[in-house]
């Protein structure tokens, strides 16, 4: 008798860790992710950014944007109270290409954008 092993109900979750380091000249932030394009594959994935070391602690997350407008696959978010780290869940339901606009601030009030790709690849063998 041969058992057929059921899928995990167990999300896809994605740690994405976020560096946001002052340019030399003291204008902006350098920012980037790791990974920096992001590969979904599993319906109703959980995606949390975080920012870390060596980002200054002044540093945190605001709302981010994402394109295209009107998309039905990353939802709302929350983010988290000392603004280190942000959550999200992607529907993963279409196939497709999402920009996340990540937002963070320092404590100027200056705003930078960084803009990780979120590749939606839907598991259709279920």
Request: net charge negative; glycine share 6%.
């Given at each position: 008798?041969?058992?057929?092993?059921s899928r995990s109900?167990?999300?896809?979750?994605?740690?994405?860790?976020?560096?946001?380091?002052?340019?030399?000249?003291?204008?902006?932030?350098?920012?980037?992710?790791?990974?920096?394009?992001?590969?979904?594959?599993?319906?109703?994935?959980?995606?949390?950014?975080?920012?870390?070391?060596?980002?200054?602690?002044?540093?945190?997350?605001l709302p981010p944007?994402?394109?295209?407008?009107?998309?039905?696959?990353?939802?709302?978010?929350?983010?988290?109270?000392?603004?280190k780290r942000l959550?999200?869940?992607?529907?993963?339901?279409?196939?497709?290409?999402?920009?996340?606009?990540?937002?963070?601030?320092?404590?100027?009030?200056?705003?930078?954008?960084?803009?990780?790709?979120?590749?939606?690849?839907?598991?259709?063998?279920?």
């Open positions: 008798m041969s058992t057929i092993a109900v167990v999300p896809q979750t994605t740690i994405v860790q976020v560096v946001a380091v002052k340019k030399p000249d003291g204008n902006g932030y350098d920012i980037r992710s790791f990974p920096n394009r992001i590969v979904v594959d599993s319906n109703d994935a959980v995606l949390i950014f975080q920012l870390v070391d060596p980002t200054s602690a002044d540093v945190v997350f944007t994402v394109t295209p407008v009107g998309q039905d696959q990353l939802s709302t978010l929350a983010i988290s109270r000392d603004g959550l999200m869940s992607d529907l993963d339901s279409v196939s497709g290409i999402y920009h996340l606009i990540l937002r963070v601030k320092d404590a100027s009030g200056a705003i930078y954008t960084h803009d990780p790709e979120v590749v939606n690849r839907p598991d259709t063998t279920r």
